[in-house]
């Protein structure tokens, strides 16, 4: 078309060279579009997946010295939860706010205590509530809190003292000085626990609710400890304590019943000559940190024997770079920073199991070390008044690739699993975000819906485009297409509410269809031969198959209602009981099977469409000549026909399955949307793209599990775009080796 001279033609030939040349730019520009969506929707996708895999950072954003700050012994030194405002208790100075950023003087708090402050202990992982015992043994709690104020025209903080339990002090250790001070708090009141002069565990618990006064002991309770007592810790939720000395030796008290503690485990964790340099509890109070002098950092957590005893076991551990000076653990996260002797910091996540960053030495000493609640910075002492402020990039520490597609071992299981588990109504619930079940999920709905649909589509289209009569085959192919409009919401709907409760009652019978549907077509197709031809001949050539939708509703009217009777032969009047107890299959209601036949009806257009017009579009030639040289017509479609058509068969077969695996209004509401890795067709799943469409409108923004929402959404474009590929080169390929047929 390019050498058309257009001034040598007539005004129709130009007119229709136009017309052309117009069609090949808009074929090519709507090619083009077609890409470039695709390529911006992948960009757009790795644009928000990208930051969960930025690494972490530590960079020092202030350094200041004031005189203020170190007038006396600093005991606790804390920093607002964005990082704003530091504070210190101190010996015998006020409670004192600061900026953190240079160091000046916001406001001082005198504290009602007649002695000098001997130990702070914060009550909880925020940082917003501390008891402060004196050196004549007397103990209050004191809150610390912001009020967010705009009087000047910015946003400023305004630093707040209160008294959550009164301003009356209560005596703790009568018996002498308490060592390892802990207290902790739950929704009835304060639990105390220290070491007396007599190596005893000592627990007291105060019933008192926020904002009463703190009363009477209600429980006074003391354990002789065997082994000398290095560190004594409470969890979070005031349930366990335990002591532990530095060659490993570790005692665990059961506390939920104040009344009747109960020792659960008296083991030793380590083996001669290692002994522990720091132990922590991680957020949540149920596994134990422990720092060591071989320089490993361990995991330990509680669990429950088969026996019925408890053990603490260890599900991870990581190498350190040297001798462990300070262990904090984060307040909202499963992270923690590991300062080393050299004040190098190495900051972890216990369920991504990496190391996220190791820095070279921060500073040549810290007295006191802050981290926010965020996690986001931090504060450290590093001679008396003088601070450094550090910030910590760390958004998403919970998203390593071991996390993503490797078991895990989470608190509370007996061994590494595979688990997706976004959420929780505890703030101190471990994240599990394992893709490995919904990608399995996702190729198990695929991969059923796939055995319903194929045979039946390609079968069904083979037979429409070879043997069936044109009249009849103008019914029957649009009618199989218009399926395809049908929206797959009331196909989940009806496998929902209608299909899976009706398998439930009648598995038998769906299960013999299998059997007598193929027995009664075999059996009506020899009586079919046997008829007088009078009575054949009454039937015109390649309406036959009309007489198969008669005989078919008879096969499952029969099936069912012969169903119940061979399941009360066979299966002892109840299948899904005899299968759980003689071959250990449980049966969900909303299973694979019921997303099987429901999905397979959504991609049986699909595939049945595009393989009959791959076989109808066979050459007839091809199939005269074959016929001419004496083959049968079974003959001709086994070894011409389906060969000619395979390209576009295997194209039918691929468009099919990737459609079944971007499914998900079907699998959202018939699957049951159980993340679990049983490929039992009993079983239900959960698909990525259902988990998308449950959790994505939930999700916070830019947090862990929005991004990996999104990743789980680039994962499900890339397996398809792979599939897609795949299709199209065995397609190439097929095309090109039978072309010549």
Known sequence: MSDFNLYQTTPRQRQRAVVDRLARWGVELGGLSVILAIVLIFAFLLSVVLPIFVPASVDRVAEFSQSSLAQSQTKYLGISENGEIGFRFSQQEPLQFFYSHDGSLIKSFELPFDGRLKRVVPVDKEGHIFALLDETNHLILVEVSYLVSFESGERELIPRVGFPYGEESIEIGALGD???????????????????????????????????????????????????????????????????????????????????????????????????????????????????????????????????????????????????SALITEARRKGLLVFSAKQELTILHTTGQKELITTGPLFDRADNIALSSRSDAFLAEVNPGEYRLFDIDNEHPEVTWHGLWQKVWYEGYHSEEYVWQSSSADDDFEPKFSLVPLTFGTMKAAFYAMLVAMPIAIMGAIYT????????????????????????????????????????????????????????????????????????????????????????????????????????????????????????????QRNSLVVGIAMGLAVIPTIFSITEDAVYS??????????????????????????????????????????????TMIVLMATGNTPVMDFSVFQGMRTLSANIAVELPESEVDSSHYRILFLAALVLFAATFVFNTAAETVRQRLRARYSNL
């Open 465 to 588: 485009a070879y043997f069936m009569t044109p009249m009849m085959r103008n019914w029957v192919k649009p009618g199989i297409e218009i399926m395809e409009a049908l929206p797959t919401v009331i196909l989940g709907f009806l496998a929902g509410l209608w299909l899976a409760p009706t398998l439930e009652n009648h598995l038998v019978a769906v299960f013999s269809l299998i059997i007598v549907i193929p027995l009664s077509f075999l059996i009506t197709a020899l009586a079919w031969q046997f008829m007088p031809p009078s009575i054949r001949n009454l039937v015109p050539t390649g309406w036959e198959a009309a007489m198969l939708m008669p005989v078919t509703v008879v096969a499952v009217l029969l099936s069912f209602e012969v169903g119940p009777l061979l399941e009360s032969v066979l299966f002892s009047g109840n299948i899904q009981l005899w299968l759980q107890e003689n071959m250990g299959i449980s049966y969900d």
């Open 618 to 663: 066979v050459p007839h030639h091809l199939t005269e000549g074959s016929l001419a040289l004496g083959a049968t017509p079974w003959q001709t479609l086994t070894k011409v026909v389906i060969l000619t058509a395979s390209p576009g068969i295997f194209s039918a077969v691929m468009i099919g399955l990737g459609r079944a695996i971007g499914e």
């Open 178 to 324: 308490p060592q390892f001070l802990n207290v902790e708090r739950d929704e009835e009141g304060l639990a105390f626990v220290y070491l007396n002069i007599a190596n005893e565990l000592q627990l007291e618990y105060y019933p008192a609710e926020e904002g009463d006064e703190i009363g009477e002991v209600d429980s006074d309770y003391n354990l002789e400890v065997s082994f000398p007592v290095d560190y004594l810790l409470v969890n979070d939720t005031a349930e366990l304590v335990l002591a532990l000395s530095k060659q490993g030796e570790l005692l665990v008290l059961d506390i939920k019943d104040k009344d009747d503690p109960e020792v659960l485990v008296n083991q030793s964790l380590l083996v001669e000559p290692v002994t522990v340099q720091n132990a922590e509890f991680l957020v949540g109070g149920s596994s134990l940190i422990l720092a060591t002098s071989d320089h490993v950092l361990t995991q330990w957590t509680l669990q429950r024997k088969e026996q019925g005893d408890y053990r603490m076991v260890s599900p991870r551990s990581f190498d350190l770079p040297g001798d462990s």
